[in-house]
């Protein structure tokens, strides 16, 4: 299977409400490959950093 197939399903997955041959909105094809477009509040990652527990700030130092 082509990687262009697997991107294709992993697409559907991802957006089952996206109407086939509409543009897609998470995955996105890009000069340099594939990237995800996810909104602020998908990552949990993120939204740790935007509550302020982002990099040193909240690693406890040594016990």
Known sequence: ?????????????????????????????????YALRLPGDAVGAWEFEREGCGRSRCIPGPI
């Open 1 to 33: 299977m082509s990687l262009r197939a697997y991107v294709s399903r992993l697409r559907r997955l991802l957006e089952p409400d996206r109407p086939p041959r509409a543009a897609p909105g998470v995955l996105v094809s890009e000069a340099a490959g």
